[in-house]
């Protein structure tokens, strides 16, 4: 039977504050949902109502056919088919790896009947998807960091729940550790097949790893989609800045021509990529990857006035008339440079304005 989670109009107030506002979403069986977003914009709020934590003010949350919580019936976690990551690891510091993969296939109430009658099996398979059969004996004092969350990855997975919810897991790990744990992750999805809804303040993360984002701020989802519609079609201004962190420019939209004026001269784009949103909003979402820098030619005239080496990658903040924009560049500039800007790989026009209809 396919299991997946409603969420009904979902809101969320703690006295005069709504921490969550009318949210609708539907998390599909097998799929890795990222919710992203700054610190206070709900997802953790949002979380702790999926783990039966907290109740919600008003709304639904409907997993497979079961109501499992609203303002007037709220299921206890421990009556949830969930499994849970937290951010400390929370592991028991006198059992060992094999005694907290065995914990949930003892307690948890959902188990499956192939579960109880084989948990010897399951713990070995379990120990083989985390790589840590041969620490089975070890107690978490005797682990490092990326170890310590393995383990608490196989307690979650162990029973097999509906639901896995992990909250920032990788946060207390060093920059290094979080990206072979990224890959830890998405295997462990990929073997299992688990639906996983990841909170994370890292939009690296959530685009490295998940089939869909959620992108949430004060209380509200601005944009659900795939990490490459985020990326590339943003449709709101906090989705450009905050995932990527676009430039984002005000001009005129005719088509899929996007003018703006530059120092008395018109500058025409064109671009087929820029969602229908945001070219209502007469904005164009530009990457900093996605403009180049050159001392000579046509171009927008500006001046480098920030540069940090990133070794393969270079990053300049430019000056354009009174704006600050950001791009990644390859070539080697100094601050003070006067520079031109063009758009990448697209049509790049510059014309007098008395010679093109911009109003």
């Known amino acids: 039977m396919k299991i997946n989670t409603e969420i009904q109009q979902l809101t969320k107030e703690f006295k005069s504050f709504r921490a969550l506002n009318c949210i609708d979403l539907t998390i599909n069986q097998g799929e890795f949902l990222a919710v ?153 999805h990929r073997l299992t097949g688990a639906t996983i809804v990841y909170v994370t303040h890292d939009q690296g993360e959530a685009l490295a790893m998940a089939d869909r984002i959620v992108v949430m701020r004060n209380g509200e989802i601005e944009q659900a989609d795939t990490p490459a519609e985020i990326y590339c079609k943003p449709k709101t201004e906090f989705v450009a800045t905050f995932v990527g962190k676009a430039n984002v420019l005000s001009g005129k939209w005719q088509g899929n021509v996007f003018m703006m004026n530059i120092n008395g001269t018109l500058v025409t784009w064109q671009n087929s990529e820029v969602s229908d949103e945001m070219k209502k909003k007469n904005l164009f979402p530009v990457r900093p990857e996605q403009l180049e820098i050159s001392l000579t030619g046509q171009g927008i005239p500006a001046e480098i006035i920030n540069v940090q080496y990133q070794g393969k990658e270079i990053h300049y903040t430019v000056r354009v008339e009174q704006q600050h924009w950001n791009i990644h560049e390859s070539q080697l500039f100094k601050i003070g440079d006067k520079v031109k800007i063009n758009l990448k790989e697209e049509a790049n026009i510059a014309v007098s304005l008395e010679t093109y209809e911009y109003i």
């Open 36 to 188: 992203l977003g700054p610190s206070g914009c709900g997802k953790t709020t949002f979380l702790r109502l999926l783990a039966g934590f907290d109740s919600p003010t008003s709304g639904k949350i409907i997993m497979g056919d079961k109501e499992i919580a609203s303002n007037k019936r709220i299921l206890p976690p421990e009556k949830r088919n969930i499994g849970m990551v937290f951010q400390s690891f929370a592991l028991w510091p006198h059992m060992n790896v094999r005694e907290h993969i065995r914990f949930p296939l003892l307690h948890h109430r959902f188990l499956s009947k192939k579960l109880k009658e084989s948990t010897d099996e399951r713990i070995n398979e379990v120990l083989k998807i985390v790589d840590l059969t041969h620490l089975q004996k070890r107690v978490p004092g005797e682990l490092s960091g990326g170890q310590r969350q393995r383990v608490a990855l196989a307690r979650a997975i162990a029973a097999e729940p509906s639901l896995l919810l992990m909250d920032e897991p990788l946060s207390n790990l060093d920059a290094e550790l979080r990206v072979e744990m990224r890959r830890e992750i998405q295997n462990l």
